[in-house]
């Protein structure tokens, strides 16, 4: 399930916000234009990437999907008593709903990302083949269960990717935030066709990256 989100605004507040505009950005250690001009070129970046995965032909996009499920296989091995949360393809994204559904057979647990709220980390609810799903944020569909979990392994689909293992995601901030959060944290994988590769995302204090990224072609490790 991608988060179809793409208002990039800041995250997150070391205090109130309140007098911000009244504080020179100098005081503050702030490049206040350095961070507008990473803000527009994401977005630009973004709206580039998307696309031209959704112009990519179905036949291949199904093609490198199947590639991608192949090295997951590999870089995961034996499933058995873990608990993997996917996602649900939107706008092109790789298509793993046939792994997804494979992980229960061989002794997993599967589950799908539910949204809370913007920049408010996701809650994972259970989900095998043939469950009802609804709705969700974005029309997004979504477990309609109360079985809320904690993945051992997140896998979340990439807009695009930097060989650093940064990840441009739809600007929402959903699996930053997660990640941030974990108690324990999970094992973070990112989806993607190499297409989507970019020099650096310019990462920013909040941008947490992933173990691993998976493409057709390659397995980039952090």
Same mark, same amino acid.
């Given at each position: 399930m991608a988060m179809a989100d793409d208002d990039e605004s800041p995250? $997150?507040?070391?205090?109130p916000?309140?007098?911000?505009h009244e504080v020179d950005p100098d005081y503050m250690g702030i490049d206040m234009q350095q961070e507008a001009d990473v803000?527009?070129?994401r977005?630009?970046?973004r709206r580039q990437l998307i696309k031209a995965r959704l112009a990519m032909p179905a036949a291949e996009r199904q093609a490198h999907s199947e590639a991608i499920m192949w090295r997951l296989d590999e870089i995961l091995g034996d499933l058995t $008593?873990?608990?993997i949360s996917a996602y649900w393809p939107i706008r092109g994204e790789p298509d793993l709903r046939f792994?997804?559904?494979s992980?229960?057979?061989r002794g997993g647990r599967s589950a799908l990302p539910v949204v809370m709220g913007h920049g408010v980390p996701l809650i994972f609810r259970l989900w095998r083949k043939g469950e009802v799903l609804e709705r969700g944020v974005r029309n997004i569909p979504t477990p309609t269960n109360d079985l809320v979990v904690e993945p051992d392994i997140i896998i979340a689909p990439v807009v695009g990717f930097d060989r650093q293992c940064y990840?441009?995601?739809y600007g929402g901030g959903y699996y930053d935030a997660t990640i941030s959060a974990a108690a324990t944290r999970p094992r973070f994988i990112g989806i993607g066709f190499a297409a989507s590769e970019v020099a650096t995302i310019y990462p920013q204090e909040h941008d947490v990256p992933l173990d691993v990224i998976v493409t057709e072609r390659e397995t980039i490790w952090r």
């Open positions: 995250r $997150g507040y070391a205090s916000p309140c007098f911000m803000l527009r070129w977005h630009n970046q $008593g873990k608990t792994w997804l559904e992980v229960v057979p990840r441009l995601g």
